[in-house]
């Protein structure tokens, strides 16, 4: 089929995921007049995806707007490690893949095209798998986490199932990490979210050197898990898998070199999510608010804005980066259980100011003082980004 031109639009979002997606629903609702054109190659909105986020990484008036697409919130979370267990008092939330699809349609659908791939993406025009082109001011790429970033990362695969047991399982409040499992490939722990009486989404999850996912055999574990809390399966209603970036360094100027010949990167291609936990929604959160509250929308003014969020966020979490090094890189696999252990006995407030990667000084300090659950020896030749990047060797 030959090129045509069939409409103009403002703003088109090339991807449908959470970042793009939360952008598409913001502009809808800051400016109603906006045309706008978000494509999705999937069938569905955020793919088979669950998003979780602690109540204090967002702001109130954040929070209130992102609260349609919660599915479930719980009061507190509990932690389980083999030295203790513990209950944080700290609001959780999780958005399905269901819901998210569900309300950002209702919002959104007359300018969302499902089951289309864009083939060709400029930074005035897109042309998709019909053959149909379509130009815009403003074109943003948003297509998932590329595998090319100049970024040295570790990795957090998970595989979980979303059951429904014959009985009632008992549980009550989130578990965000069971770490009294077999340790296996790094650190593992098991996560639990507790939907109502009889479901359950039990996840496998595993800090790794590299991103390879066996699912059969994640598979498995977490029914192995699930028979011995005693839970007995009726059905499984969903499965899940992937791989978030754990990141140990890079080079930010080289992600944005040449940008502007290209659309913009948001999302993960923006390295906008968070360096330790890869949690993205309250990026994705701030990213929406951020750019709808521009003047005007064009791709040079929004690549701007999401240039300067994103090299805003990477020096502000230069000591997650530090971290992670001392995870990957000064920790062997099965010691990396120790320096969580160490970090979830610190106070609330630590805790919950880690998940929203805003640290202060007296955080900082803390998560290093004391007896350090790694040695001195192996720790300092992580403390300089530049022990990771440029990589010597090929990295992940």
Known sequence: MANSIEENYDVILAGGGLASTLLAVRLRERHPTLKLLLVEQAETLGANHTWSFHTTDLKQEHYDWIKPFIACAWPDQQLKFPKFTRIID???????????????????????RLATRVTTLGRDHVILNDGQRYDAQCVIDARGLKTDLPLALGFQKFLGLEIRCIEPHGETRPTIMDATVSQKDGYRFVYTLPFDTHRLLVEDTYYSDGEDVSVDQLRERVKSYIAAQGWQIADVEREENGVLPVVLGGDMDALWRNRTETPPPLGLRAALFHPTTGYSLPDAVRAAESISNLDGFT??????????????????????????????????????????????????????????????????????????????????????????????????
């Open 90 to 112: 700290v609001g959780y939330n999780t958005i399905s893949a269901e819901k998210f699809h569900a309300v950002a349609m209702e919002r959104i659908g007359e300018s969302v």
């Open 299 to 396: 791709t040079t003014s929004v690549a701007i804005e999401i240039e300067r969020l994103s090299r805003a966020a990477w020096s502000e979490r230069r000591y997650f980066r530090l971290l992670n090094r001392m995870l990957f890189r000064g920790a062997l696999p099965h010691e990396r259980v120790d320096i969580f252990q160490h970090f979830y006995r610190l106070g609330t407030g630590t805790i919950s100011r880690f998940y929203a990667a805003r640290l202060n000084g007296f955080d900082k300090a803390r998560i290093l003082i004391g007896k350090p659950p790694i040695p001195v020896s192996k720790a300092l030749p992580c403390l300089l980004e530049s022990s990771v990047w440029p990589p010597s060797e090929p990295v992940g």
